[in-house]
Every structure is written in C-alpha cells, then in structure tokens.
C-alpha cells in the first residue's frame, strides 16, 4: 500500500492528557485505560487506578462534556475483594462497559488478576456507586473482554482473548451464554496475522462492540514484538449484525499508534489502549489510555471509519 493512501482515522483531543496521577484526588501511581459511557448527562469513564504496590483497582470520573472539569470520585469506587473474590488478589484492571440494550443496567467485563494469571470477570451496576459481581467467567489467562449490548437468539456474546501456548498466538473468541454466567460455544473470530503484520500474533479487543448500520464495528489492539519492546497499535473490524461470528471486514493497516510523548514515554512505553468509546451523531471518541500512565481522547467520524473498512480490507481478515 504506498504511503500517500495511508491515513490514521483518529485525531487526537487538544486537550490530552485527560487525566493524570496529578488530577486524582488521592495518592496512586498511574490512571490509564478507562471504560466510557453515557450516565445521567454525564460522560462517565471507569478509570484503571494503579496504586503504590502494583495493583489497580476502579474509580468513576464524570464530566458534563467529556473533556474538562471532571469529578473523580475521592475515594476508589470498586475495590477488589480478594477475600469473598480470591481471582481479584492482585487487582481488578482495564474494565469494558456494556449499556445493556433495553434494560436499566451495565455490565462490567473486567481482568481479574489472579494467582493462577489474568482471567475474565463480570459484574453488572444501576448506579456505578455498586457492583454486583457474577465472579470469574473465563479462566487464565485471558483478559481484552466485553460483553455485546444485545443477545442473539436469547443468548449473550461475549468477545474476549484467551492466550494459547508458544507458537499458537493470542486470538479474539467469542462466546455464548444463556444466563450471563455459564459460557460456551468458544470460537476464534479474530486471529492474529502472522509474520511482519502490525497485528501478528497477539491481538486483543480494545472497546466494546458498536453497533452501526453496517454491523458490529470492532477497534482492537495489535501487539508488536520489536527488539525496543512492543508497540501496542490499533485496527479495525467489522462483524456481521445478526450473526457477529462472521467477520465481513477488517482494515489491512493500523488507524492509531503511540506517536506523541504521552503515548510514547510512561510506564509501560508506546502503547495506546482505549477500553470505551462513545458514539454520538457521526462522531467516535475513544478514551485510551496512553503509555499506561495517562488518559486520552481521540475521535473519529464514524462514515470515515466505514468508508475506510470498505476501502481498505484485504480480504485476509484471518491472517491464515
Ligand atoms: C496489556 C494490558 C493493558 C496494558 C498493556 C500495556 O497486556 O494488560 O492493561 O495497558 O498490556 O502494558
């Protein structure tokens, strides 16, 4: 693909960072890779707060434009309760915020970091205030979980990234459940390219699914091994609405890279990692997190992003 064609889709906010370490209302070591909805008239962004030993745990920030003047709840808002929860002993990290369609709740895909390696937790909430936990639905490691906001044919989907062995990669799967709780029906949707790809090996879902007119549109995040560490950039997919098994598209090039000093210099260098979006009229925002140490807002219209898939899917959406 000569150079000329290639475009990132996603502008990057004036005001970015967000959010820091330096705006939290109490001690923490980083704030990064928030969920995002619509709560109220309110942006709410469940945020990823580090603290002092190493573990994260969650806090609601809320903001009336999604930009400025958040208020960040002064004391974390979920905790892991490693003693009723042993799956959350070492923290509860990057959580995908699902508004259930037709119903008054979210639910909360989450990592709980747990002795045997990182697994998949749900929990679902009215108010963001409390949580009602369904316990771990996916065992280690797997982590890059959301839930879809509608069930097909009376049951739930899930996407989410189990970690084969060695040579095997790291692909997105989707599952199904009747009741929220009991999972099956595993299957790869997405794989990971393989050889010099951006996307080769391991890949993960970034934000929940989105509906469009076209199908479920999916933003997800290709890991690249380099001999300076990983990059950690993002691409584009597009499912199909009734049956989001089917992949009818996916972008042969990243739409977004680490390229500015907060994406490229932090905790953990060159990663952008949105956890939520927000779709309103034709605009796209992702809330990401930069570098693992700041939060970030960058956006898109949403008939680019579409014409982009249509224009430039290779037709190789497995990488086989
Ligand atoms: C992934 C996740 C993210 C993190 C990223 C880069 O595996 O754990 O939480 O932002 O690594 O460190």
Redesign the pocket.
Known sequence: MPNAMFRELFKRHPHNPLLTVDDWPYPCNSV??AGATKFEDDYLILV?VEDHRGF?HLTAARSHDGITDWKIDSQPTMLPEPEEHPEEIWGI??PRITRIEGSDFWAIAY?AFSRGG?LVSLATTRNFKTFDRLGPVMPPDD??AALFPVRFDGRWAMLHRPVGTGWMGAHIWISFSPDLKHWGDHKIVLKAREGGWWDANKI?LSPPPLETPEGWLILY?G?KDTPAG?I?RLGLALLDRDNPTKVLRRGDQWVFSPKVPYERDG??DD?V?P?GWILEGDMVRIYY?G??SCIALATASLKDILDYLRQFSGGDYNGA
Do not use: I
Request: glycine residues 8%; charged residues 30%; hydrophobic residues 25%.
């Open positions: 990064f890779n990823r994260s990290e990057d990592t990182p982590k890059d993960g995040h890991v990983c950690y905790d953990v990663v990692f956890c997190g570098a693992d």
